[in-house]
């Protein structure tokens, strides 16, 4: 049974480009999050998405964007990257509904901004 | 918005020895987790925590929570190197949603 997984492994992109970061959950769950860890602290919520809508969002600027398909994968959309977007990009996936609603993390994407 | 701190921020402890982070937490929440995270690495789900007084225990690891406190620590029995790496507590905010807030995380070094 596949867990989470995330493409690509690491990025590296310099100022004011455009970055896409794509997550498949695991088999049967329905639901994908979103979560940034800089350097040395916790990883912070970016957004959730279930059923190919926006359900929960952090406080991310518009810069970040995201989608999620029929089959439940979701890509993350940064634009005009700035330094500080440099950090490890984590995907998180979940069961709807489900009692316990366990988030199961992918191995991260690690985002560097030159 | 909901705050989640633990503390110590970083603990050096010798093998053998025992020790016990703590995670506490601003407002009401329905559920509680423990991740364990080693450098460079994604987060591994160590406990799930659901309800007032509940405990749980796996290896030399024990997690408890007191939801009236706000309370949650991970205790650690015996340490040994294996156990070194940086551990998150993340409260459940936001209902159904399960968006999760973490700590600002404890790294844990397990000396010989």
């Known amino acids: 049974d596949a867990g989470v997984t995330q493409s690509p492994t690491h990025l590296i992109k310099t100022r004011g480009q455009q970055v896409t970061l794509r997550c498949s959950p695991k088999s049967g769950h329905d639901t994908v999050s979103w979560y940034q860890q800089a350097l040395g602290q916790g990883p912070q919520f970016i957004f959730q998405y279930y059923e190919e809508e926006e359900r929960q969002r952090g406080n991310f600027p518009d810069r970040f964007s995201g989608h999620q398909f029929p089959n439940y994968s979701s890509e993350l959309n940064v634009n005009a990257l700035l330094l500080g977007d440099s950090a490890l990009y984590l995907c998180a996936s979940s069961l709807a509904g489900y009692t316990y609603n366990e988030q199961f993390f992918g191995p991260g994407t690690r985002l560097t901004v030159l | 918005e909901l705050k989640v701190e633990q503390n110590p921020l970083f603990l050096s402890m010798q093998e053998g020895k025992n020790y016990t982070i703590y995670c506490n937490y601003s407002t009401t929440s329905d559920r509680l987790y423990w991740y364990r995270q080693d450098p460079g690495k994604s987060l591994e789900s160590l406990f799930v925590?659901?309800?007032?007084?509940a405990v749980k225990q796996e290896g030399r690891l024990m997690a408890s929570l007191d939801t009236k406190a706000r309370l949650s620590t991970l205790h650690i029995t015996a340490a040994v190197h294996d156990l070194s790496a940086t551990y998150f507590c993340a409260v459940n905010y936001g209902g159904a949603t399960n968006k999760l807030i973490f700590g600002t995380g404890t790294l844990l070094a397990v000396q010989p």
């Open positions: 925590l659901l309800s007032n007084g």
